[in-house]
């Protein structure tokens, strides 16, 4: 399958809320997908801290997934989550971009399965994982 980055990023231009986040698609195609958040002070969720808002987190967790079911090649339409879980394992640092990158490894006739990983710039441990489920279109 082709490289989808440049579309994915045409698509995510469209949804304010990505746009309002500053995500940026990084990597797309073939069931994975790779998108990033730039640190802004505007989605600090702790100002004595700096930390970036968990649901800032959530979010980007969320388009990620469903960007990587969106791209995957089985996949012959749109989608939307039906299930997301989100265990949050440390704070991101403040001031580093925080990236996602999510896996699609299961595709049925009606749902879709997907793990995520969200990372900052300096650690080898993660920020957030997630698993998830969205809908995947009837194919015709």
Do not use: W
Request: charged fraction near 20%; aromatic fraction near 4%; hydrophobic fraction near 40%.
């Amino acid at each position: 399958m082709p490289d989808m980055t440049e579309l994915a990023q045409q698509f995510m231009t469209t949804l304010p809320h990505s746009v309002l986040l500053g995500m940026q698609a990084e990597r797309m195609g073939d069931g994975e997908a790779v998108i990033s958040m730039p640190y802004k002070d505007e989605l600090v969720g702790d100002p004595h801290t700096g930390v970036i808002h968990g649901g800032a987190v959530s979010s980007l967790m969320d388009t990620c997934c469903g960007a990587a079911v969106m791209c995957h090649p089985d996949n012959k339409g749109g989608t939307a989550t039906i299930d997301l879980r989100i265990d949050y394992m440390r704070p991101a640092a403040p001031g580093q971009t925080i990236t996602a990158h999510a896996t699609c490894y299961h595709f049925s006739r009606s749902v879709a399965f997907v793990r995520a990983v969200a990372m900052d710039e300096d650690s080898e441990h993660p920020v957030a994982t997630a698993t998830g489920a969205f809908t995947v279109e009837a194919k015709r």
